[in-house]
Each structure stands twice: as C-alpha cells, then as structure tokens.
C-alpha cells in the first residue's frame, strides 16, 4: 500500500489549497481514511476523516472551511482547503486504516494507522 500526498505550499491567510492523496495497492472495501497533519512542537491533530460508506468528519477546527472527498474511480483522496489560517501551518498526512469506524469522527482521535504517506507542507502566513 502506497499513500502519496501532494498539493501543500506557501499561501497567504484567506487563501485556499487542495491537497491530494494518491492511494495504491489499497483494496479493502471497508475502511476509514483521513487527513491528519502535524505543527512543530504539537502534538499530531487528526482533520477530516471518510469510511467506506461516505461518512464523513471534521474536527471542529476546520468545519466550514476544509472538505474531504474521495474519487474512488481513480482512488484519490483530496482535502479541499479554503479561509486558511496561519494557525493551519502543519506537515499534513493521508491515513488509511482497514477498518471501518462506527462514528467516523472517532478516527480523528487515533493516535496511529496502519497506513500514512510523508506528508506535504502546508505553510499561512
């Protein structure tokens, strides 16, 4: 399984990115997958979460700027970013875990997954 994330940049505050996470070699057809991203110095913060069945979570953080969504003809996940904050600055993953949570805001919460990329940059200011 490969989680390749691109889209991150240098944006001034209000602005918008799209984040994309190219998913291969992923099969399971019950899941729950997400953003997370990490600032220096903090702990990681889980964003927005999908499972397999299209429901989705945010953390309150982000709610009505940030969408989740999932092209699963081309198995992409993109994080559509808009009204960006410096306080969004962080080293931001895609994650996936082969299973489906029943309260799709709880993956927010994990700690580990079994699948995550490198990240991409994502810098407000």
């Known amino acids: 399984v490969q989680l390749v994330e691109s889209g991150g940049g240098s944006v001034q505050p209000g602005g918008s990115l799209r984040l994309s996470c190219t998913i291969s070699?992923?099969?399971?057809?019950?899941?729950?997958m997400g953003w997370i991203r990490q600032a220096p110095g903090k702990e990681h913060e889980g964003v927005a979460s999908?499972?397999?069945?299209?429901?989705?979570g945010y953390a309150d953080s982000v709610k009505g700027r940030f969408t989740i969504s999932k092209d699963n003809g081309e198995n992409i996940l993109y994080l559509q970013m808009n009204t960006l904050k410096p306080e969004d600055t962080a080293l931001y993953y895609c994650a996936a875990d082969r299973v489906k949570v029943l309260a799709v805001e709880n993956w927010l919460k994990w700690k580990t997954h079994t699948y995550r990329g490198q990240g991409t940059q994502v810098t407000v200011s």
């Open positions: 999908i499972n397999s069945d299209g429901s989705i």
């Open positions: 070699g992923f099969t399971y057809s019950s899941y729950s």
